[in-house]
């Protein structure tokens, strides 16, 4: 988490800086997004080593209440140590009301559609309200999906950042915050920049599997960001 937290930051940043919003507030207050995570870590992916993961053992229920929990432990935890509101909104604000999609889509084949109580599986929000907490919503969720497929060309990481960007819009998680289509479009270029840095483009071999850029991997989702 820390380090998924470096990174983002570091997008948040170069973001913010594209589209002329506050570059300081976005990578401040996206080093405190995930605090939360710090209660109970080895729940979320990116802290998982061994191989082994907990959510298993749980019923969908279960797993998302505990996914759910790190924005309002995060919270708590930022009240307790006297973080300012704007820090905290960034907290609060960084999942909008989106769903857990992984463990929404498990409890769906457990049972019956209209047996499963949606509410169950979304973010209490609020959406993001400013430029900078949207940066964050999105950097967040690009930084998740690349990880999670490792693209192999500069064309694929802005593909795989594109539906990212593309699935919160439309469900919308941006409604209430001032940013544009331009801003959209700079920031996606300020994502790849960052992430060609770590993910750096490579030769595909005969045989290697072609990387699937249609759709967020809704297990990632659910358990890392």
Do not use: W
């Not at 993001?128 to 907490?133: I, L, W």
């Amino acid at each position: 988490t820390y380090h998924h937290t470096l990174l983002v930051s570091n997008m948040a940043e170069e973001a913010a800086t594209a589209i002329g919003a506050d570059a300081l507030l976005a990578r401040v207050g996206t080093y405190y997004h995930d605090i939360g995570k710090s209660v109970r870590p080895y729940f979320f992916i990116e802290n998982n080593s061994d191989g082994v993961n907990p959510h298993d053992r749980l019923d969908p229920y279960t797993s998302a209440r505990i996914i759910i929990s790190h924005v309002t432990e995060g919270v708590d935890l930022a009240r307790k140590y006297g973080l300012p509101e704007p820090i905290i909104d960034f907290i609060r604000e960084h999942h909008g009301t989106s769903r857990v999609e992984y463990f929404y889509h498990q409890a769906c084949q457990q049972s019956s559609l209209e047996e499963v109580d949606e509410s169950q599986f979304r973010y209490a929000g609020p959406r993001p309200r400013s430029r900078e907490t949207a940066i964050l919503m999105l950097a967040d969720a690009s930084e998740a999906i690349v990880r999670a497929i490792n693209p192999a060309t500069r064309e694929e990481v802005m593909e795989l950042i594109h539906s990212a960007i593309k699935r919160r819009l439309l469900s919308g998680q941006l409604d209430d915050s001032p940013i544009t289509l331009q801003d959209l479009n700079l920031m996606a270029e300020a994502f790849v920049r960052v992430l060609q840095g770590i993910h750096h483009p490579r030769i595909r071999y005969p045989g290697d599997a072609p990387a699937a850029t249609s759709a967020e991997p809704a297990s990632q989702s659910a358990t890392s960001t």
